[in-house]
């Protein structure tokens, strides 16, 4: 298994603000995802941040509101651009364990826009 | 397209009676099935997972799961809960060999009564 540390654990934002969410891993990972959790809802993969390429979206996903960094092996971040209160969710990293066939998931980052 | 479904949002049970969560499936081939169990606050902890073989899998905190291919599910199960089982329950599905897309269920809440 891996250790993955997110920050912050919690914000709270104001309107058309970004915010910047870090995910470091205690080991190299090939494979680094990023899912929103909506409020009473379930999880919903944003993007597979890619290492030394650009992050591969999902449908209903783009870069210019979830621009996704992927410097290293053990490091990602999701930044939330121009927030509104439809973007207050909880945001959480992933990463894939060996054989890619299961994920571990950070403590997520709860945030709130007002 | 692979898709969960968690029939129960929500289920109470008292502690020391038995549980069972239900999570049904759509995938065409061999899935790769999983449950999370996510407390308040805190990210997604895997409780057990099934790639092949034997169906009835174990996981940790006294909790199994069995896979029916004919009936497309993976109910998760624990004979005796306790008070701190009480938390969202996900399950979720991934194509052979890959968590780069990991679906998930939308969860089932549950609440442990003294």
């Known amino acids: 298994s891996a250790v993955i540390s997110q920050k912050p654990s919690r914000d709270i934002c104001q309107r058309g603000t970004s915010l910047t969410i870090q995910c470091q891993v205690d080991?190299?990972?090939?494979?680094m995802f990023w899912y929103r959790q909506q409020p009473g809802q379930s999880l919903t993969l944003i993007a597979t941040a890619n290492q030394g390429s650009e992050a591969t979206y999902e449908s209903g996903f783009v870069i210019d509101k979830f621009p996704i960094s992927r410097p290293n092996l053990t490091f990602s971040t999701l930044t939330v651009s121009n927030m509104s209160p439809e973007d207050s969710s909880i945001y959480l990293c992933?990463?894939?364990?060996?054989?890619?066939?299961?994920?571990?998931f950070g403590q997520g980052t709860r945030l709130t826009v007002v | 397209a692979q898709s969960v479904t968690q029939p129960d949002i929500h289920i109470t049970v008292s502690e020391g009676a038995s549980l069972e969560l239900r999570c049904n499936y759509s995938?065409?081939?061999?899935?790769?099935l999983f449950w999370y169990v996510q407390s308040p606050g805190q990210g997604l902890q895997l409780l057990l997972k099934?790639?092949?073989?034997?169906?009835l899998v174990q996981g940790i905190k006294g909790f199994e799961a069995e896979f029916k291919r004919s009936q497309s599910s993976f109910n998760l199960r624990k004979p005796s809960v306790h008070w701190s089982d009480a938390a969202e329950y996900f399950c979720a599905l991934t194509s052979s060999g890959s968590a780069r897309q990991l679906t998930f269920g939308s969860g089932t809440q549950l609440t442990v009564l003294p």
């Open positions: 992933s990463v894939s364990g060996t054989g890619h066939t299961e994920a571990f």
């Open positions: 080991s190299q990972v090939t494979m």
């Open positions: 099934y790639f092949s073989g034997d169906t």
């Open positions: 995938y065409g081939a061999t899935p790769y």
